[in-house]
Nanobody, 125 residues
Framework: QVQLVESGGGSMQAGGSLRLSCTPSERSISRYDMAWFRQAPGKEREFVAAIVESDGSTFYADSVKRRFTVSRDNYRQTLYLQMNNLKPEDTAAYFC??????????????????WGQGTQVTVSS
């Protein structure tokens, strides 16, 4: 299975920006959709943003629309998440994964239940 390594997290005051990266151990996942998820303490993991392999379409959770931007480096297959105007409620561990995005379910279904270590984002008010 492909290993995913998330990076770029940190501590930030509200209103600030961060850019997260997700680097796969292989380029073989190029044919899959990719997405970011996050998990806050005591809460379930939730979908944040996805980018579709076929045409580069992007999808976002309502809570991050117009603040976060997901993109993908098609050569390195690195996935990015540009996060602007951060809010305390964005505090969570952020994870990436690959699989198929389902429009009706508004989430990505990972090919494998295989998650990286994540990268922590902490936003203070």
């Amino acid at each position: 299975q492909v290993q995913l390594v998330e990076s770029g997290g940190g501590s930030m005051q509200a209103g600030g920006s961060l850019r997260l990266s997700c680097t796969p151990s292989e380029r073989s996942i190029s044919r899959y959709d990719m997405a970011w998820f996050r998990q806050a303490p005591g809460k379930e993991r939730e979908f944040v943003a996805a980018i579709v392999e076929s045409d580069g379409s992007t999808f976002y959770a309502d809570s991050v629309k117009r603040r976060f931007t997901v993109s993908r480096d098609n050569y390195r297959q690195t996935l990015y998440l540009q996060m602007n105007n951060l809010k305390p409620e964005d505090t969570a561990a952020y994870f990436c994964n690959y699989g198929r995005y389902a429009i009706t379910d508004q989430t990505l279904f990972p090919l494998y239940n295989n998650w990286g270590q994540g990268t922590q984002v902490t936003v203070s008010s």
